[in-house]
């Protein structure tokens, strides 16, 4: 079913973000405007150079906008001076990458730990790594491991904050089809597990046949803006 979206989590208005200047600037994003409900799945879906990193980024506290305001969870966080937008990232989010970024002299309990001390409540260590599928791996250094099995401590490392909002960027991208469908029945799972919010920016089409709420970019435009009727389980996916 599609979410009502009456209960708005995340209110994007008029975002604007351009880089360099006179005959070099390049408008990147134009008057964005997007809510998304507590607890929904969105795909952010566009080519190359669409904007949609770049979103990502703004709506992560990592760069600030020329214009727009963006709300999370009641609070505008473009309005945060640089130490509050600190404690919002601890806080309140999740980032994770297509290229995991784990600390490669520390185990995979390790890593996943160095983000559970940021959260004043943190999900209970043991039980995230079983339902990760890294119970029997928690002693391993990320080179004893696979991509797939890395790419869960990285979703490890930002779920074990307990944040109301998971912003993936191409989580799939580095992965071969079946791992990636691992990954994302893992993300679907966490979603009803723990009910955070989650936006997957993805050049891959067929994910968004798993969300609940589907956005296009193009040349930093927002040209889609939808609610998907028909959601299809993660292991359905095919492309």
């Excluded at 409900?37 to 150079?49: D, Q, W």
């Excluded at 944040?163 to 994302?184: M, N, Q, R, V």
Aim: glycine share 8%; proline share 5%; aromatic share 6%.
């Amino acid at each position: 079913m599609p979410f009502n979206t009456s209960d708005d989590y995340l209110v994007v208005r008029g975002l604007c973000k351009s880089y360099g200047e006179d005959e070099a600037r390049v408008e990147v994003l134009k008057h964005i405007d997007v809510s998304l409900a507590k607890g929904e799945v969105c795909v952010l879906l566009g080519p190359s150079g669409s904007g949609k990193s770049t979103f990502l980024n703004i709506v992560g506290g990592l760069e600030s906008a020329d214009a727009g305001s963006i709300d999370v969870g009641g609070v505008t966080i473009t309005d945060l001076p640089p130490s509050d937008l600190v404690e919002y990232r601890r806080r309140e989010l999740g980032f994770v990458f297509q290229f995991y970024n784990l600390v490669p002299d520390l185990t995979v309990t390790e890593n996943i730990e160095v983000c559970q001390y940021l959260s004043p409540h943190p999900l209970p260590m043991d039980d995230l790594l079983k339902s990760l599928g890294l119970w029997e791996h928690r002693r391993k250094f990320p080179h004893e491991i696979s991509g797939g099995q890395q790419q869960r401590c990285a979703i490890g490392r930002a779920l074990v904050k307990n944040p109301g909002l998971l912003l993936c960027d191409e989580p799939t991208g580095a992965l071969d089809y079946h791992t990636s469908k691992e990954i994302l029945e893992l993300m679907e799972q966490v979603n009803r597990d723990y009910g955070c919010t989650i936006v997957i920016v993805t050049h891959n089409d067929a994910i968004k046949h798993m969300a609940h709420r589907i956005l296009r970019l193009r040349d930093g435009e927002l040209v889609a803006d939808a609610l998907n009727e028909h959601i299809l389980p993660a292991r359905e996916l095919t492309w």
